[in-house]
Structures are given as C-alpha cells and as structure tokens.
C-alpha cells in the first residue's frame, strides 16, 4: 500500500490479521507445534548428546505441551525422562521434579505431588540454598497444602463410610 492511500485510509480498516485467518492461509496443522518440538528433540540429542542441558530443556518444553493438550501420559514420560538425565540435584532438576508435582497435583495424585514437591525440596536444599529461598519457601507451603487436603479429604472419607 503506497503511503498516500495509508493517510486516507480509517484506521479501522488497518488491521492485524486474526490468527485463525493467518492459520488458514497458511495450512496450519494443529499438531505443527507439537511435531516441530519432537523433531527438534530428536535433533538436540542426535548433534548433542542425551544429557546435554538442551535436551533437558527441550523434554520439558515439550512436557508442558503436551499438558496443554491433555496428553498427560505422553507429560509425564518426558518429564520422566528430563529428571532421569538430570542426574545431580541442580535448580533445573528441582524446577523439573517441581512441574512433575504440579501435573500429579492437577491430576489430583496428591500423595505423589507430595512426595515430588518433598523430592524438589531435598533437591534444592542440596544444592545449598538459604531457608530464605523464595522458591523452597513456595515448595513447603504447597507441601503444606497437601497435607491439609489430605487431612481434609481423609475426615470427609471417614465421615461418608461412617453414614
């Protein structure tokens, strides 16, 4: 569009595409995202090797996508994996076993959230941060929480047998 025309033009008529319209045009396939992080997984440890902090990454970045797409197996094998190769206890493997207890939580697996959030804590304490830890100090009171609910839900258990 010549600068001339752009001057006359409303700027309601100046416009981003919506994404659906660019999707369309484009062929978009619903699983590009899902497939492009697959095959860059492949290539991470193909050219770097399986325990390079790329690939690390990488499982995890696919993990979270397949959460989003409700394909919470397919989640936890990566993750699985990711914690595998991330042998020593390292912020990242603490971040990592820490969405692996969030999964288990939103899956409402609330005794291996709590064992995962306690692994995360023993993790992270390892690797010699201060008790003043934003992040550890986030971890005791999810591990907190836990343990109410569990109470909570073991009191409700015993009330509705007991009727």
Not at 51 to 59: E, T, Y
Not at 63 to 74: M, Q, T
Not at 112 to 127: E, G, P
């Amino acid at each position: 569009i010549e600068s001339s025309s752009l001057s006359s033009m409303n700027a309601t008529e100046i416009r981003e595409p919506k994404f659906n319209e660019v999707v369309e045009d484009e062929g978009y396939n619903e699983d590009y995202v899902l497939d492009s992080l697959e095959e860059a997984l492949a290539i991470q440890k193909e050219r770097r090797g399986e325990d390079h902090p790329d690939v690390k990454r990488m499982l995890h970045s696919l993990a979270l996508e397949y959460k989003v797409r409700n394909r919470h197996d397919d989640a936890f094998r990566c993750l699985d994996e990711a914690i595998e190769l991330a042998a020593d206890c390292t912020e990242e493997k603490t971040r990592l076993l820490t969405c692996l207890g969030n999964m288990y939580k939103s899956r409402r697996m609330y005794t291996n959230a709590m064992d995962t959030y306690l692994m995360s804590i023993a993790c992270l304490t390892d690797t010699g941060v201060s008790v003043d830890n934003p992040q550890l100090a986030m971890l005791v009171r999810m591990v907190k929480r836990l343990e109410i609910q569990n109470r909570l839900h073991s009191q409700n258990h015993e009330l509705s047998s007991v009727s």
